[in-house]
């Protein structure tokens, strides 16, 4: 243990972030790395790099710039389609954050893949990024989405997924790990069960690629996305890996530059995937920047390392946790990744955030863009505390003791008026 | 305990979120509103009763943090018997106590008035929670002047 | 002149990348600022500070890091309002670039307005940007791009946008600053003609609000966009203006996070603009740095500056590149920006820029995303000069006496077989 | 005039470029197939005769850059009375030559042959440049073997 905390100290070092102080004095204790996570000197020194040395437009310069930019724009590409496990860097479509990835998507689907009727199978805990986009696409083309509920301790039982299944389901489309429970959801054995029905599946991998890396040919899925700016890289940056027969098959999203093939006034034709998902000037900056940090992981911090103290950060923020009276922790269900959503007896979460926040702990409270998830745990907000490798065990202390605070402060009756 | 959340969290509106005044609701209302912070998730329902362009009675309902379960009691009382053009007063005086750093109106309201309004004052240090003082004002004034709406959110 | 001079070349040392050398040895003299400008140290610092010192998600925090960052990005919401003339910043929507702006306003337009068989009025000049958008609707509702055509010098008259106008017309969707020949376009004196008519227009505002600052109000337009990257900005950034009412009519684009009222299993309810149209996190840092961009060329360069120096550049190299035996100028019309296209006798553009790059000049050759006005001009490529205010009259000398040599590179005849 | 430039532009490429070898059309063609490189707009269209597995005659038509006309000229010289395993084999060395350190098939080919694909070798150091030299050859690939796609492009 003292080796891991260690070196979680040392990589702590790296985040410049991480020294500041709260105005009123108090040093920054960041618990809401689901939200983004703060970015590594090594990450923002690569961006700045960019535009100090190599800045130019990329895909279609005969200048040495352009040439470089575009190098280092598809080496990023390549080192993304490592890091997931694509079969070929051209299933890897840079976008802005994973939202506008189901987006996309979303959009290709309606054009050619779904009827009237349709069914998507989704997990109660999805985030709205994957419910909205499927709105929107109801709007057009009726489709439902039919929520698998979620067990008691937050988890899904594959029986119930079974059930889920109907001859209208046309999608499957699932978070890998909830942002509100931290629950890490079977994704390779729900994507085999839909598989076997010849049925895609998409995945919402926001939460889950920041906690270990992920392998989309051996969890067989069609889609996933994921954002940059959680993933310690930039704003401005996300991931769509595709599958190759469906790069073909999805019409493009936006038009415009470099996308094309072909245009006269009478219509246009596309270039092959990726290009064809990426009209304009992609953020390029972004895309290797977010390379950058997905080195810096690897090469400096280390997969190995980020699973197995995490793993112990998780342990102790858990036994941190119960030890405050009246504490109720949404999402028990293993595993479970660095995310802890709760509430305190009939302390609202607006007003345990702001006490939090003067201690300088920084949570997130609300409904997490989550409110269906929100209405099936009968809350309209929870407070979440998310972990990152750089946190330390101290700073878990001071967020336990200051919940305790909170107790006291409200459980404190006024005299009466 | 930090001194900023001492300020915060005075002791009368720990009292009026411990023990609301005028909670439930008015039988027969004329007039009603719901009001949303899709934020945090604060909500209150308004019921009222208006005669004669005066606030006969007034109640509400609702789950919301301590701070705009205080402000909404806190207005129950002051705007109960008060003329409509009066309650819009005391809006707009409150309004400005929150939001701005000089604020002249409240200082023309009745004295009472302005005593239970000021205890909010220190909210507008806090800005991302000033629309939890302010979000039952804004649903008072959907339930009178623009009931059509039927629900204040706050974005 | 020579204090206009002097002040470029002071300005111009904010600017890191300036000083490169290509890899030759010889100094880099970056012509090729239409496709992106560099950017001043300003920006770059201001996009690392973000992730020093108050990188944080937005809108959804009660703590202190999550505030600051809001604040910051809603501050820039409102510079570029005010930058553009905007009547609220509530008109102001940020997306990646103006290819996405466009995208977005014809996907809610196709939902809300058109119906098949109505036109859409263009100019012959448009970039693919303008175009492909349009080509992607009209798969699901025929519509048609009705280009007004150029006058040989590469205007439009009004008279010949007046002929364009059918009965079917339904939005005109211009350039105000073609990227190609340079030409800026009446785009007040159309948009009155459309509003005669009833017609809402769309402006590419791209090129135009690189070399002056606009006024969306005088001009009385619906929609202009433009990019972020090619006025001194970061990449991943950019601006779409939507006059007010349009943004009630418009639906949601992308549907996620922090743009909906309240999500059910049922279906959404959205935030009224701009939050309807920014689903998911946004390019937070990238929004933050393109105000700084503005603050910049505002506070520091000078609009006025910027004006007239580019004028008096202009002339230089209009002379400069006449003086080019066998050269071809592609748009001659005024009032033209510093955007020059050419080519010099059958040479073909790809090897004069290869040539160019070779002596250190970077310049843009190919079809600049425009080949319906290739082929209106009856090429396949031009080579592309374009300016920014930090460029000097011995760079443009420099231009010239290359593309001499280029003359007499390629004029040599060899040995027959 | 930079030397890099003298190396690119070897005296044979612009001799090719300026006098180019089997311009025009074969008449009654058995294969043909266009290619594009829509990033420069380099345009060729090949026509060719082919007689019991042997390239008997060998066109090009077109608009491009000196690079993509001289390597279809010197293609078309090359090509031009060989098998189609012949011309397939000359393919991956030109090829490789282009696109790799080093690049050991081209050794095996005839001395002549050889030698005028060598005049692009240094092509390779203009990364942007090598789909022009390789255009015409995919364009050759595509009329033998896929003229279902009649279309080459280097994207
Ligand atoms: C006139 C014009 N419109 C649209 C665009 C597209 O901009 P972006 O690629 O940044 O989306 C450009 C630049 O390429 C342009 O010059
Ligand atoms: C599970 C999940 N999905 C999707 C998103 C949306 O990501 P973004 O806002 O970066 O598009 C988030 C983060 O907010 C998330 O946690």
Redesign the interface.
């Known amino acids: 243990m003292q080796e891991l905390v260690a070196w979680a100290r040392k990589v702590r070092e790296d985040f410049p972030i991480l020294r500041s102080l709260h105005p009123s004095g108090r040093p920054l204790i960041y618990l809401d790395n689901a939200a983004t996570a703060q970015k590594p000197l090594a990450v923002i020194e690569k961006l700045a790099d960019f535009y100090r040395y190599t800045n130019a437009n990329i895909h279609r310069g005969v200048h040495w710039l352009s040439q470089e930019a575009t190098q280092a724009y598809e080496a990023a590409r390549e080192r993304v389609a490592a890091f997931i496990g694509a079969a070929s860097e051209k299933e890897v479509v840079f976008v802005r954050g994973a939202t506008e990835g189901i987006n996309l998507i979303a959009q290709g689907l309606r054009r050619v893949w779904f009827s009237p009727g349709d069914e998507i199978l989704v997990t109660q805990a999805e985030h709205h990024a994957n419910i909205v986009p499927w709105h929107i696409v109801a709007e057009e083309v009726p489709i439902s989405l039919r929520p698998v509920p979620l067990t008691p301790a937050g988890g899904i039982d594959l029986a119930a997924v079974a059930q889920a299944f109907t001859e209208r389901t046309r999608l499957v489309a699932i978070s890998a790990m909830s942002n509100v429970l931290g629950t890490e959801f079977p994704v390779a054995e729900v994507a085999a069960m839909a598989r076997e029905r010849g049925i895609p599946v998409l995945v919402d991998a926001c939460q889950a690629v920041v906690h270990r890396p992920i392998r989309v040919q051996e969890w067989g899925v069609d889609f996933l996305v994921f954002s940059g700016h959680k993933l310690y890289g930039p704003t401005g940056i996300g991931v769509v890996y595709m599958r190759a027969p469906w790069g073909e098959k999805l019409p493009p999203y936006q038009g415009g530059g470099d996308m094309i093939r072909r245009v006269t006034w009478g219509g246009s034709r596309y270039a092959p995937p990726p290009a064809k998902f990426e009209a304009g000037t992609p953020p390029i900056a972004e895309a290797i920047a977010l390379a950058e940090a997905l080195r810096y992981l690897e090469e400096k911090v280390g997969w190995d390392f980020i699973q197995a103290y995490e793993r112990y950060l998780c342990d102790y923020t858990e036994a941190a946790l119960q030890s405050v009276p009246g504490i109720t922790l949404y999402g028990t269900a293993r595993p479970k990744g660095a995310v802890w959503s709760f509430n305190i007896g009939e302390i609202h979460p607006h007003d345990v955030g702001t006490f939090l926040d003067q201690a300088g702990i920084a949570v997130r409270v609300g409904h997490h863009c989550a409110q269906p998830l929100m209405d099936a745990l009968g809350v309209a907000a929870t407070v979440r505390a998310s972990l990152a490798f750089y946190n330390l065990p101290e700073e878990i202390d001071q967020l336990a003791q200051t919940l305790h605070e909170v107790v006291r402060f409200f459980a404190h009756t006024p005299s009466a008026p | 305990?930090?001194p900023?959340?001492q300020n915060?969290?005075q002791?009368l509106i720990?009292?009026?979120n411990?023990?609301p005044?005028n909670y439930g609701r008015v039988e027969n209302p004329t007039h009603e509103a719901e009001g949303?912070n899709?934020?945090?998730?604060?909500?209150v329902h308004l019921t009222l009763r208006v005669e004669e362009e005066r606030i006969a009675d007034i109640r509400f309902e609702g789950?919301?943090?301590?701070?705009c379960r205080a402000a909404t009691s806190v207005m129950t009382t002051v705007v109960k018997g008060a003329a409509i053009a009066e309650a819009d007063r005391y809006f707009e005086a409150f309004h400005q106590l929150l939001t701005q750093e000089e604020a002249p109106l409240v200082s023309s309201l009745p004295a009472a008035v302005q005593e239970k309004l000021r205890i909010f004052s220190t909210v507008r240090l806090?800005?991302?929670?000033v629309k939890?003082a302010t979000l039952p004002w804004h649903t008072l004034r959907v339930a009178l002047h623009e009931p059509e709406k039927k629900i204040a959110?706050t974005?």
Chains 1, 3 share one sequence.
Request: hydrophobic content about 30%.
């Open positions: 305990m930090t900023e959340m915060l969290y002791e720990l009292e009026h411990h023990y005044r949303y899709p934020l945090c998730g604060d909500q789950k919301s943090c301590a701070i806090f800005p991302i929670r939890c959110t974005e």
